[in-house]
């Protein structure tokens, strides 16, 4: 995933072997430690070919490697989540300066960091939409009621099947806009075969969105989505409501971005 994006900006892409260790199995442990000890000599060698001035980490343990060879470049750090997990904390430790989300991060942080609040930078791409402009490129009556369903950038297969269950009456009364992640794309035309003709027009169904995300996101009166960072940001920056479903499988980051945002009153 990270491959294709960083190549659809033509931005020259390097990847490095790496896993995680936080919250791993005894027995995938030792796997994951040898592929880390793999990704530190790979990091080693492309910092000696690029030879940057400064690094950029937006966290994650395949960022590990490449942290431990910088010392002692300089290196900022960005924090999309409210809670930073184990990666992030030990990144922080090497960082020249971290920027945050939010004013609640700062808690986890120690003192004698350099902590700025920046918010969550959202695309230019995304920022281009309106109402208007979005409902235009769905083909949606500026008068109906818009319900926006996503997953992520691979999707969520809890919530499609949620969806896909109470498609038709879902349908009768709203359009629904389902980016459904790519893992589950085969499963769509069995159940667009199931509607009739005027409720498969009110189903606008993607396997992902590029920039095309502002148009579903601006045109949008409901959102159903995990709770990932970029939450964070381009919800709030289109004044869109939502129903929030953490994904529960990845320690608890995305519960405290869901309750970050509901305790604002914006989910």
Request: hydrophobic share 45%; charged share 20%; net charge positive.
């Amino acid at each position: 995933m990270e491959k294709d994006l960083v190549s659809r900006q033509h931005i020259p892409f390097r990847g490095i072997p790496a896993a995680g260790v936080h919250g791993v199995g005894l027995q995938a442990l030792p796997g994951n430690l040898l592929q880390l000890a793999k990704g530190t000599l790979a990091s080693r060698k492309i910092l000696r070919e690029f030879q940057p001035d400064v690094l950029f980490f937006t966290g994650g343990y395949v960022a590990v490697p490449m942290a431990l060879m910088a010392i002692p470049r300089n290196s900022l750090l960005y924090v999309p989540d409210i809670e930073p997990g184990l990666a992030l904390k030990t990144l922080a430790r090497f960082a020249d300066c971290i920027a945050v989300t939010a004013e609640e991060s700062r808690a986890f942080f120690p003192s004698s960091k350099r902590v700025v609040v920046t918010g969550y930078p959202v695309r230019p791409e995304i920022k281009k939409w309106d109402r208007l402009t979005g409902r235009a490129w769905l083909g949606i009556d500026e008068q109906a009621k818009v319900l926006l369903v996503f997953g992520g950038s691979k999707g969520a297969h809890s919530i499609n099947q949620a969806v896909w269950a109470a498609l038709p009456d879902l349908l009768a009364n709203m359009h629904v806009v389902h980016v459904t992640g790519q893992a589950d794309w085969q499963a769509v035309d069995a159940q667009t075969s199931r509607l009739t003709d005027v409720l498969r027009s009110h189903y606008h169904v993607y396997p992902y969105l590029h920039e095309e995300m502002g148009a579903a996101l601006a045109a949008a009166d409901l959102a159903v989505c995990r709770a990932g960072a970029s939450t964070l940001g381009e919800l709030p920056y289109f004044g869109l409501p939502a129903v929030l479903v953490p994904y529960p499988y990845a320690w608890r980051y995305q519960k405290v971005n869901a309750e970050y945002l509901a305790s604002r009153g914006a989910a």
